[in-house]
């Protein structure tokens, strides 16, 4: 279930994200998604789709913090 384009991301990304950060959730899913098809690759019991969006979550705080309501650069 990769996503081809932003609108297609959940609510809770669009609606809290930045522009910037919508695509680095985006392409970080994405390859997450192909990274992790194989169960043998996962460390946990997770499901590929949740191991993807917590990659995605990573890398979306590794250049954003989230100040009170509002997500901002580093």
């Known amino acids: 279930m990769p996503y081809k384009t932003i609108s297609d991301l959940p609510d809770s990304v669009k609606n809290v994200l930045p522009s910037h950060?919508?695509?680095?959730y985006l392409?970080?899913?994405?390859?997450?998604w192909e990274e992790y098809k194989s169960p043998q690759k996962r460390a946990t019991p997770e499901s590929r789709e949740e191991i993807a969006h917590k990659v995605a979550w990573a890398a979306v705080k590794k250049k954003?913090?989230?100040?009170?309501?509002?997500?901002?650069?580093k």
Not at 21 to 24: K, L, P, T
Request: charged share 20%; glycine share 4%.
């Open 21 to 24: 950060a919508q695509d680095i």
């Open 27 to 32: 392409a970080a899913f994405n390859h997450a």
């Open 64 to 73: 954003y913090v989230k100040v009170g309501e509002h997500w901002k650069t």
